[in-house]
């Protein structure tokens, strides 16, 4: 039962950059969240896909997007990227409408702003 | 009102000894509190996780205190391991809908176990 995957491990950009990052979900499960974590810091939340659409948005400007696909994986973009933007990107996923919801993650996407 | 406290920021513990790690929240709409275990490099595991409608739950030398009164839970590790050295993450969520929504994470928790 292959668990959550993502893709790149590790990506380096350049300031005003745009970045790509991947996520295929655990097997069965529909629903990715996206959350950034900061060195020595807990993961943030940056939104919840469902059904293809955004169901939740944590805290970040427009310059982060997403996108999920009908075979559930999920997309997030970074546009204009920024120093501050070097974090470790992490996916999880999840069942809606299951006695067990619990979010599962990823290995993460180490990403380097220079 | 978001915000899951979590206390202390790092912990040193001797091979076969009770590491407990401490949480508190403001928001009482949260119904949902798990504990995630992180190794460096590594995405965060899903070690146990609660609900109010109980106070203790136990998986292996894992539990989860839940006092809803005080608004606080802890999660305590018995006969502590040095493979269980790794920082150690709270969270909550409010459920809504059949699924979890937006997990609020504590600060984590660096535990070193000495052998």
């Known amino acids: 039962d292959a668990g959550v995957t993502q893709s790149p491990t590790h990506l380096i950009k350049t300031r005003g950059q745009q970045v790509t990052l991947r996520c295929s979900p655990k097997?069965?499960?529909?629903?990715v969240s996206w959350y950034q974590q900061a060195l020595g810091q807990g993961p943030q939340f940056i939104f919840q896909?469902?059904?293809?659409?955004?169901?939740q948005r944590g805290n970040f400007p427009d310059r982060f997007s997403g996108h999920q696909f009908p075979n559930y994986s999920s997309e997030l973009n970074v546009n204009a990227l920024l120093l501050g933007d070097s974090a470790l990107y992490l996916c999880?996923?999840?069942?809606?409408?299951?006695?067990?919801?619990?979010?599962?993650f990823g290995a993460g996407t180490r990403l380097s702003v220079l | 009102q978001q915000q899951v406290k979590q206390s202390p920021q790092s912990l040193i513990v001797q091979k076969g000894g009770i590491s407990i790690i401490n949480c508190a929240y403001e928001?009482?709409?949260?119904?949902?509190f798990p504990w995630y275990q992180q190794f460096p490099g590594k995405g965060p595991a899903l070690l146990i996780a609660?609900?109010?409608?109980?106070s203790e739950k136990k998986e292996g030398r894992f539990t989860i205190s839940f006092n809803k009164s005080a608004k606080q839970f802890s999660l305590h590790i018995m006969d502590s391991q040095p493979g269980d050295s790794a920082t150690y993450f709270c969270?909550?969520?409010?459920?809504?809908?059949?699924?979890?929504?937006?997990?609020?994470f504590g600060t984590g928790t660096l535990l070193a176990v000495q052998p």
């Open positions: 999880a996923s999840s069942l809606v409408g299951r006695t067990d919801s619990s979010q599962y």
């Open positions: 097997s069965g499960h529909d629903t």
């Open positions: 896909y469902y059904e293809e659409e955004e169901r």
């Open positions: 928001n009482t709409a949260f119904d949902y």
């Open positions: 609660i609900r109010p409608d109980v």
């Open positions: 969270a909550a969520s409010k459920t809504s809908g059949g699924a979890t929504n937006k997990l609020i």
